[in-house]
Structure formats: C-alpha cells, structure tokens
Nanobody, 119 residues
C-alpha cells in the first residue's frame, strides 16, 4: 500500500500562484509515476500533469506554460507549481501514484486539496 498526503491548496486571485505538494509513504517502488489530476464541480476528473521517476513529464494542454511538475525522489514528494492561475483552474486537485507489481498496475490517490481561483 502507498499513502499520499497533499498540501498547498487554497484561495488565490486571478493571475496568482500556488504550489501543491504530495508526499508518498509505504511500499514505494523505485520505478513509478506520480501526478496531479483535478476535478471541477460537475465535471469528470482530468489529468493535469505527470512525472516519472526518471523525470519524464506530461502536461494537459490547458496548463502547459503555466504549471510545472517536479519531484524529489529522495523525499518521495511531487510538486505542482501553478502560475498565472485562472478561474477555470478551480477544482479539487488529487495526487496520484502509479507503480507496477508483477505486471499489474497499481494506482493510489490522495484525499484531494481544493484550489479556488477568484476572478
């Protein structure tokens, strides 16, 4: 099992910045992918950004150039630096950790942290 604890959400004005953090603990494999997803009211959960343990990143088109994902493997922590925030970024942001065990994909989720961007 892997446990994820997120922090850093809050209320910010249009154009502002926030940094989210997520620390994983438990049975963590060396090769894994961590990422951030978000879910706005009335919408499905969507990918924001992911980063592999080797540093390969992937971003949703809607956040490219504004958000930066990074990680500290020694601390099992992933970060999401969010700049130039817009009201449409308002959502609950969920941390995700994925790893493979005996060809079976394992996916773990944090409890979510709320980000609200006021216009």
């Amino acid at each position: 099992q892997v446990q994820l604890v997120e922090s850093g959400g809050g209320l910010v004005q249009y154009g502002g910045s926030l940094r989210l953090s997520c620390t994983a603990s438990g049975n963590i494999f060396r090769i894994n992918t961590m990422g951030w997803y978000r879910q706005a009211p009335g919408k499905q959960r969507e990918l924001v950004a992911t980063i592999s343990s080797g540093g390969t990143t992937n971003y949703a088109d809607s956040v490219k150039g504004r958000f930066t994902i990074s990680r500290d493997n020694a601390k099992n922590t992933v970060y999401l630096q969010m700049n130039s925030l817009k009201p449409e970024d308002t959502a609950v942001y969920y941390c995700n950790h994925e790893q493979t065990f005996l060809a079976t994909g394992l996916s773990y989720w944090g409890q979510g942290t709320r980000v609200t961007v006021s216009s």
